[in-house]
DNA sequence: TTTGGCAACTGGCTTGAGCCAGTTACTGGC
DNA sequence: GCCAGTAACTGGCTCAAGCCAGTTGCCAAA
């Protein structure tokens, strides 16, 4: 009996290659066949074996090069963002940011650029967690994150006008050691407890040329309440960051 | 002056319907030009405005569904779980599990299955987690999440034999009643700390086809391992959930 | 030795054609 | 009134061809 093999073309070249990729016949980093290479061997048109690659690209499995060819996505390591992020103890023992931390433990070059400082209106989700009215002023903060000048995260603050007042919070966009925390502190609010709300999705084309980011990977949100000692909100931070690049690690008491 | 928008065709196509999508001119669940209308209205081939749907669909943004047209994604409100669903007092209360409280909310049937209770190898991650060899024997459950008979999330949990015993997480299926961490407590476990490592990527045909994923939508893959009041690790949980129907939500101290 | 340019590779995008396979609504026969 | 069949729609996939645009290495001219 013949084996008609009823996958079709297109599927049965990802299949394939998928199958080496995870076989680790196609290592990390490596480059497949051409488009006009895979065509010819399975005795179909070039745009069926670049169908082929088109679904392991938007399975996140390889990265296009124009003119230079098609590759086995590299799995870079994860950076933790672990919720010690926001510990106090290791704010004051290393003067180091976590963000700097594990860019550096993994012989990475870590840089962050504030690119503004200035009011504007609270977006809805945002004033719902400060206990705002939508679209009230607040100073917004605009973070990026940068390991070996690849951006990694980007993280917009809002922060209330009656918290940052005339604070270096609301004017200035390099704030010193210790953090946006210690900040914080010098004005009276010490973070306490956090909420922070995850979820995932595909990139904006925005995001997709702001974080430069590669096909078939998604980005997380997270959306940062910080909560000082009598409970009360203070600050939100929405962090959106490449799904290939970063991690979260939280490690929490149960509470009641 | 002409412009001659210099955008490819296809581009051009998927940005005009994707501006429709984001100003609410095609609303939620609305039905897109069929591709053939489309080529038409733009004057090109049937397969470039295919190839703009594509670019959409990657994106998320709209699903296609065989002879009946391609239609903007609704947003379905995300599922959170949050990080009180280790709760005990909660779990006392109520007497249900936080995933049927949230679908409850939502107006949705919750259901759950307990597909597989066996032994089995320990991948090396969990095996890392739980202080064991890697491939050494674990009871592994495998759990099913559905809302309206559609599956929201798996989770596969892995115990170390000499935690399980011979008691019902090692053999039962149905675990009674105040979940699997009632079950722990009466082998003399008490969850105390939890550990969540959080991280999204792309699902797998495997996992595409188990969660019936629409195109477009990432997984988030969430690791979990429970600590007991001696602060070792008695369990370890591998969920992994559609990214476009579940979100999660911490709330915690800041410790140090 | 250096440098400029070309040839031969790579993927990017489009065309226009065809056939297949779901879905839907209408229509004619019972 | 019901039901089966069909026509006209939808997307799914493939083909064969062409042109464009990056990249790379080689080779000849300066």
């Known amino acids: ?3 008609p093999d009823k996958r079709l073309p297109s599927r049965r ?3 394939d290659l998928r199958a080496s990729i ?3 016949e196609l290592a990390s980093g490596a480059k497949l066949p051409s488009e006009r290479d895979l065509a010819a061997r399975y005795g179909t048109a070039r745009n069926t074996a670049r169908e ?17 060819g098609v590759f086995v996505r590299p799995r870079t390591p994860l950076m933790r963002l672990g919720s010690n992020r926001y510990s106090r103890r290791l704010r004051g023992e290393t003067g180091l940011s976590p963000f700097r931390i594990e860019v550096t433990k993994q012989g990475r070059t870590p840089k962050t650029e504030c690119r503004s ?9 945002v004033a719902d967690r400060l206990g705002l009215e939508g679209g ?4 917004r903060r605009e973070n990026w994150y940068f390991a070996d000048d690849e951006p990694v995260q980007v993280g917009v603050t809002y922060i209330p006008l009656g ?5 270096p919070l609301a004017t200035a966009k390099v704030l010193g050691k210790g953090s946006i925390y ?3 502190e010098d004005v009276g609010y010490v973070i306490t407890r956090i909420r922070e709300e995850i979820s995932a999705r595909m990139p904006s084309p925005d995001e997709v040329t702001g974080l430069a980011m590669p096909p078939g990977v998604p980005v997380i949100e997270v959306l940062h309440t910080s909560f000082d000692a009598d409970r009360q909100p203070f600050e939100v931070t929405r962090f959106v960051m490449r799904g290939d690049l970063n991690g979260l690690d939280y490690n929490m008491p149960i509470e009641d």
């Open 1 to 3: 009996m013949t084996d």
């Open 13 to 15: 070249i990802a299949d």
């Open 22 to 24: 995870e076989s680790g």
């Open 52 to 68: 082929a690659i088109s679904i392991l690209q938007t399975e996140g499995l390889v990265v296009a090069q124009h003119g230079r």
């Open 117 to 125: 400082v200035e009011p504007a209106p609270a977006p809805a989700d």
């Open 136 to 139: 009230e002023p607040v100073i």
């Open 163 to 167: 918290v940052a007042g005339d604070s």
């Open 182 to 184: 210690a900040r914080f």
